[in-house]
Nanobody, 124 residues
């Protein structure tokens, strides 16, 4: 299984970015796929994920601003990020797992597969 994240960059506060994660070696409909982020000196934080049943879940800090979507044919998961804030600055990682239970959806340690990360910098 390989995950390739892309789309990070520098944006001003209030702006938008789209992150994409391309998965290979898996059938995406059978995996939970999501996004986490890690800012310098902080723990990895849950951002959003799609359950295997197709429901989307979001971390409290991004609700109403970020939207996750997935394309099971292309095996991609996308994160649309709007109204970005300086505190959204972090390395964003896509992650996937086929066996985690629902209660572990927001736990980074429950995911077996990770992309390489893409840096998002939001300037004030």
């Amino acid at each position: 299984v390989q995950l390739q994240a892309s789309g990070g960059g520098l944006v001003q506060a209030g702006g938008s970015l789209i992150l994409s994660c391309a998965a290979s070696g898996l059938t995406s409909s059978r995996y939970v796929m999501g996004w986490f982020r890690q800012a310098p000196g902080k723990e990895r934080e849950f951002v959003a994920a799609f359950s295997k049943s197709g429901h989307a879940y979001y971390g409290d800090s991004v609700k109403g601003r970020f939207t996750i979507s997935r394309d099971n044919v292309k095996s991609t998961v996308t994160l649309q990020m709007n109204t970005l804030r300086p505190e959204d600055t972090a390395v964003y990682y896509c992650a996937a797992d086929s066996t985690l239970i629902f209660s572990d959806l927001m736990r980074s340690r429950a995911y077996d597969y990770w992309g390489q990360g893409t840096l998002v910098t939001v300037s004030s």
